[in-house]
């Protein structure tokens, strides 16, 4: 088994909705459902969890996250990069807790459906095939080769993407997929390098989730809607 740490990133600020990580959904804080579904899979040799507020470590650490460090005021900006905190939270964890990292996975709180078996998959693809990262997805609604336009140099609007032919009908169009925020896989060497600082690389892997995965908490509806789908049954964390 590779030596696997498991990072969960959540931030106190939050200029779209204040406190999500810790809100109440479905009587239960929002991150508790990611931190229970990295410690039931069981794969990780830590779950950790990285922020700059003392509640969220304070609410991660009763959901049995670890929270070894706090995060850096410059990492936990609205304008920060993702990876940079994620390499620091590897860092930290290696000089704290003694290891070095194989394999560094990061889950998403605001993007909570997901299961065991996505995760067991991710990790055989990961293994199997050695990309530089991997990442979730899901099938993109909207297709840039059928029906999303935008603005050329002399300011008229046309497909973004065009091929040889005019597609009429969106089954035609070349397969889209929708970065779904819910589950990356990072190499370490690739993860460590600073000059990297996205998860979209020429040497990447996906992972496909059902299309009901692809809801990233961003506004209070998508919260009301989640929570919706929890109560009727529909969806189980």
Known sequence: MQNILLTIGARGGSKGFRSKNIRDLAGRPLIC???????KWGKAKH???STDLDKIA???KKCGAEVPFMRPDMLATD??????????????SERIFGEKYEIIVDLDATAPIRTIEDLDNC?????NDRPDTLYSVVYAHKNPYFNMVEENDDGNYALSKKLGKTIVRRQDAPKVYSLNAS???YNRDYLLNEKNNTCLTDNSKIYIMDDIAGIDIDREIDFKFIEFLINEGLVQL
Do not use: D, M, N, W
């Open 58 to 60: 304070y609410v991660s």
């Open 33 to 39: 459902y990611t931190i229970e579904q990295a410690l």
């Open 183 to 185: 589950i990356y896989f």
């Open 79 to 92: 304008t920060a990069a993702k990876l940079p905190a994620i390499r620091h939270a590897v860092l930290e």
């Open 47 to 49: 779950v950790i969890v």
């Open 123 to 127: 990790l055989r693809i990961f293994i």
